[in-house]
């Protein structure tokens, strides 16, 4: 990087593709049905009658804003220690912000009346909040950009102008553009470039470095503006952050070139941060940048267990992952997906697609409850309990217990965090399905979805019909405003072993993309299926699991239920889960199993029962299904002599 990156004029590289604004992909099929559910009946729409101290009772960016003055308060986070809970203050800015970002988004994804007029009421309760400054945060003035040690600033910031964003793309309501305009003005002024250092604090120890991802918001004011001083500030900003010694430092430039360096941090930050690099390194031509952003994805991949989840059990700690060993936060699993969104919209590259799938798939559905409202905070990709702690025998330190490995609609107990983002992670998904291209539309994700957005000046209507991931075929169909010519480009995934395309016309395959350059009709239509096997992959060196397409497959475990908190609401409570009294050893395997593919009759409200695997495993006959219709599970095989 360059020692002044503010001296000379930015030359930013060119991303592959654009989002498109909310709204413009709507979801369709079992995955609408998943998000319907967890808005009318689960923790999506619900979590502020669940915890309505953290959310209705604390008016923290308006009314009880933070002052000098205030000592302490209900942050609903597992906290025995005054200096802990002066940290925490900004806690429940992420709990609020992080869980209208996703009940937001889902209202406005499913046009629903009733939570879209919650979420409106919500909005204009926090544009009343905004001084004659600008100034949208959760400080009062005595100390508002004045900190020498922890603070949740431009934290509280991102997290609340990404609501604030996504209700302007869907809804046009200018006066939320230009709140957040003014804000960030605010913001850059208290925090002037090349002028300011505001990474430079003492004690250090979440939310500062969770305030670089005000990335994310200067990336997409870019995005929505074209005004190049956003990305000149977002790439200011990383360049403060490599600079000063923080406790969430693994982005850092000295860190990613040092090929001996092994993430550490906190697993969240470090998987977030990746998007923060990866917009300065876009923001202008840098080898170095370059060269840091290729670091930091390599040193990734130790990170990731078979499923794709990260290590976030919290801290990485130089480890390589393990399927039984290390757990992933639910934060940590919508972060990376994040992430992969942003590397997919920028680089084009087809594997982050791939990645984005498998990660939700799998991971992100796998650590969800299959049957009730509530997720995992931790989760193992093999889980043989949810007992609170990873083993049920784990010694544990009673100022400080593990309480994290169970389910529950909020986690109060530990932080009200991972169920506001798990509540994210579906509308950021939805976002990356369809990607504008320069030269039409990108399919970077599947699942049936309806696109509605304009391209050349004609209304373009794009019908995605699909079971994806469950079956394998994607029906398009497309209704235009006039004919118009523009191309398709269709993310071709490394699992497939082929495809057959029909109905389309020419098409040629390049850069992970089946291409398709024609002039569209309304009522075209056609129709792509994706070939694919049952697939064993080697994990590490001595085990194996098993795939077929984008979905892992595991051995459910039987498991002893046990009630945990129970909350105001009915039908929401924690869960543990004992292992059976009659558990067996983990399978070990001495052949490749044959295996059979099982298909059921598809039902939308319980997709994930559709499809198993059967097969003799070790002498018997065993049934695998995939990964997110498990709760215990055995997701690895020891090889016992596999050849």
């Given at each position: 990087?360059?020692?002044?990156?503010?001296?000379?004029p930015?030359?930013?590289r060119?991303?592959?593709?654009e989002f498109?604004?909310?709204?413009?992909?709507?979801?369709?099929?079992?995955?609408?049905?998943q998000?319907?559910?967890?808005l009318?009946?689960?923790?999506?729409?619900?979590?502020d009658?669940?915890?309505?101290?953290?959310i209705?009772a604390?008016?923290?960016?308006?009314?009880?804003r933070l002052?000098?003055?205030?000592?302490?308060?209900?942050?609903?986070?597992?906290?025995k220690e005054?200096q802990?809970?002066v940290q925490f203050?900004?806690?429940n800015s992420?709990?609020q912000?992080n869980?209208?970002?996703?009940?937001?988004?889902?209202?406005l994804l499913?046009?629903?009346p009733?939570?879209?007029?919650k979420?409106?009421r919500?909005?204009?309760s926090?544009l009343?909040t905004?001084?004659?400054?600008?100034y949208?945060?959760?400080?009062?003035?005595d100390?508002r950009?004045?900190?020498?040690?922890?603070?949740?600033?431009?934290?509280a910031q991102?997290s609340?102008?990404?609501?604030?964003?996504?209700?302007?793309?869907?809804?046009?309501?200018?006066r939320?553009?230009?709140?957040?305009?003014?804000?960030?003005?605010?913001t850059?002024?208290?925090?002037?470039?090349a002028?300011?250092?505001p990474?430079d604090?003492?004690?250090?120890?979440?939310?500062?470095?969770?305030g670089?991802?005000f990335?994310d918001?200067?990336?997409?004011l870019?995005q929505?503006?074209?005004?190049?001083r956003?990305?000149?500030?977002?790439?200011?900003?990383?360049?403060e952050y490599?600079?000063?010694?923080l406790?969430?430092?693994?982005?850092?430039?000295?860190?990613l070139?040092?090929?001996e360096?092994r993430?550490q941090?906190?697993?969240?930050?470090?998987?977030?941060?990746?998007?923060?690099l990866?917009?300065?390194?876009?923001?202008?031509?840098?080898?170095r940048m370059?060269?840091?952003?290729?670091?930091?994805?390599?040193?990734?991949?130790?990170?990731?267990?078979?499923?794709?989840g990260?290590?976030g059990?919290?801290?990485?700690?130089g480890?390589?992952?393990d399927?039984?060993?290390?757990g992933?936060?639910?934060c940590?699993?919508?972060?990376l997906l994040?992430?992969?969104?942003?590397?997919?919209?920028?680089?084009?590259a087809?594997?982050?697609g791939?990645?984005?799938?498998?990660?939700?798939f799998?991971?992100?559905?796998?650590?969800?409850?299959?049957?009730?409202?509530a997720?995992?905070?931790?989760?193992?990709?093999?889980?043989?309990?949810?007992?609170?702690?990873?083993h049920?025998?784990?010694?544990?330190?009673?100022?400080?217990p593990q309480i994290?490995?169970?389910?529950?609609?909020?986690h109060?107990?530990?932080?009200?965090c991972?169920?506001?983002n798990?509540?994210?992670i579906?509308?950021?998904y939805?976002?990356?399905?369809?990607?504008?291209?320069?030269?039409?539309?990108?399919?970077g994700?599947?699942?049936?979805?309806?696109?509605?957005?304009?391209?050349?000046?004609?209304?373009?209507?794009?019908?995605?019909?699909?079971?994806?991931p469950?079956?394998?075929?994607v029906?398009?169909?497309?209704?235009l405003?006039r004919?118009?010519?523009?191309?398709?480009?269709?993310?071709?995934?490394?699992?497939?072993?082929?495809?057959?395309?029909s109905?389309?016309?020419a098409a040629e395959?390049?850069?992970?993309?089946?291409h398709i350059?024609?002039?569209?009709?309304s009522?075209?239509?056609?129709?792509?299926?994706f070939?694919?096997?049952v697939?064993t992959?080697?994990?590490?060196?001595?085990?194996?699991?098993?795939?077929?397409?984008?979905?892992?497959?595991?051995?459910?475990?039987?498991g002893?239920p046990?009630?945990?908190?129970?909350?105001?609401?009915?039908?929401?409570?924690?869960?543990?889960?004992?292992?059976?009294?009659?558990?067996?050893?983990?399978i070990?395997?001495?052949?490749v199993?044959?295996?059979s593919?099982?298909q059921?009759?598809?039902?939308?409200?319980?997709?994930?029962d559709?499809?198993?695997?059967?097969?003799?495993?070790?002498?018997?006959p065993?049934?695998?299904?995939?990964?997110?219709?498990?709760?215990?599970?055995?997701?690895?095989?020891?090889?016992?002599?596999?050849?």
């Amino acid at each position: 990087m360059r020692s002044e990156p503010h001296s000379q004029p930015l030359k930013p590289r060119s991303p592959a593709f654009e989002f498109l604004r909310l709204g413009e992909i709507r979801p369709g099929g079992w995955m609408r049905i998943q998000m319907l559910n967890d808005l009318e009946h689960g923790f999506v729409g619900h979590l502020d009658q669940l915890v309505p101290e953290l959310i209705q009772a604390d008016d923290i960016y308006g009314a009880d804003r933070l002052t000098k003055a205030v000592k302490t308060k209900n942050l609903g986070v597992a906290s025995k220690e005054t200096q802990w809970e002066v940290q925490f203050l900004w806690w429940n800015s992420e709990t609020q912000s992080n869980w209208l970002d996703g009940l937001t988004r889902t209202a406005l994804l499913l046009e629903h009346p009733q939570y879209l007029e919650k979420t409106r009421r919500r909005i204009e309760s926090l544009l009343a909040t905004q001084d004659e400054d600008g100034y949208l945060g959760i400080y009062a003035p005595d100390l508002r950009f004045n900190f020498d040690s922890e603070n949740g600033e431009l934290w509280a910031q991102a997290s609340l102008f990404r609501v604030l964003l996504g209700w302007y793309e869907a809804t046009n309501d200018e006066r939320a553009l230009a709140a957040v305009r003014r804000a960030v003005d605010a913001t850059m002024q208290a925090y002037p470039l090349a002028n300011s250092h505001p990474f430079d604090v003492k004690n250090d120890f979440a939310g500062v470095g969770h305030g670089l991802v005000f990335t994310d918001i200067l990336d997409r004011l870019h995005q929505i503006t074209g005004e190049q001083r956003y990305l000149a500030y977002a790439r200011w900003l990383f360049a403060e952050y490599s600079r000063q010694p923080l406790s969430q430092d693994d982005i850092q430039l000295s860190h990613l070139l040092d090929p001996e360096y092994r993430f550490q941090a906190h697993g969240v930050h470090t998987y977030e941060h990746i998007r923060s690099l990866l917009t300065a390194a876009f923001a202008d031509e840098d080898v170095r940048m370059e060269a840091a952003l290729s670091a930091a994805l390599a040193k990734l991949e130790t990170c990731l267990t078979p499923s794709g989840g990260p290590i976030g059990d919290e801290f990485i700690q130089g480890r390589p992952a393990d399927a039984s060993e290390t757990g992933y936060e639910y934060c940590s699993i919508h972060e990376l997906l994040d992430t992969y969104t942003h590397l997919l919209q920028k680089t084009g590259a087809a594997q982050w697609g791939d990645r984005i799938e498998w990660l939700l798939f799998n991971a992100g559905q796998g650590a969800r409850h299959p049957h009730k409202p509530a997720v995992a905070y931790l989760k193992t990709d093999n889980s043989f309990s949810m007992t609170g702690p990873l083993h049920p025998d784990d010694p544990q330190d009673a100022q400080n217990p593990q309480i994290r490995y169970k389910y529950s609609p909020v986690h109060q107990d530990a932080a009200v965090c991972c169920v506001p983002n798990a509540g994210r992670i579906y509308p950021y998904y939805v976002r990356a399905m369809w990607l504008r291209s320069p030269q039409g539309l990108a399919a970077g994700l599947y699942g049936d979805c309806e696109l509605h957005t304009t391209i050349n000046g004609s209304q373009v209507t794009i019908r995605e019909e699909t079971r994806y991931p469950f079956d394998l075929a994607v029906h398009f169909s497309l209704e235009l405003e006039r004919p118009t010519a523009f191309a398709l480009a269709l993310r071709l995934p490394a699992w497939a072993e082929g495809f057959e395309l029909s109905g389309a016309g020419a098409a040629e395959v390049r850069d992970g993309f089946i291409h398709i350059q024609r002039t569209w009709h309304s009522a075209d239509h056609f129709s792509l299926r994706f070939n694919a096997r049952v697939e064993t992959h080697s994990w590490r060196e001595s085990e194996v699991y098993f795939s077929r397409g984008p979905l892992l497959f595991a051995l459910p475990l039987a498991g002893e239920p046990r009630p945990g908190r129970s909350y105001p609401l009915p039908g929401f409570q924690d869960e543990y889960l004992d292992p059976a009294a009659d558990s067996a050893a983990p399978i070990s395997l001495d052949c490749v199993p044959d295996f059979s593919l099982e298909q059921e009759p598809f039902d939308p409200q319980r997709p994930w029962d559709t499809l198993a695997l059967s097969a003799q495993l070790a002498g018997s006959p065993a049934r695998l299904v995939p990964m997110g219709a498990t709760i215990l599970r055995q997701v690895t095989f020891p090889r016992a002599g596999l050849a």
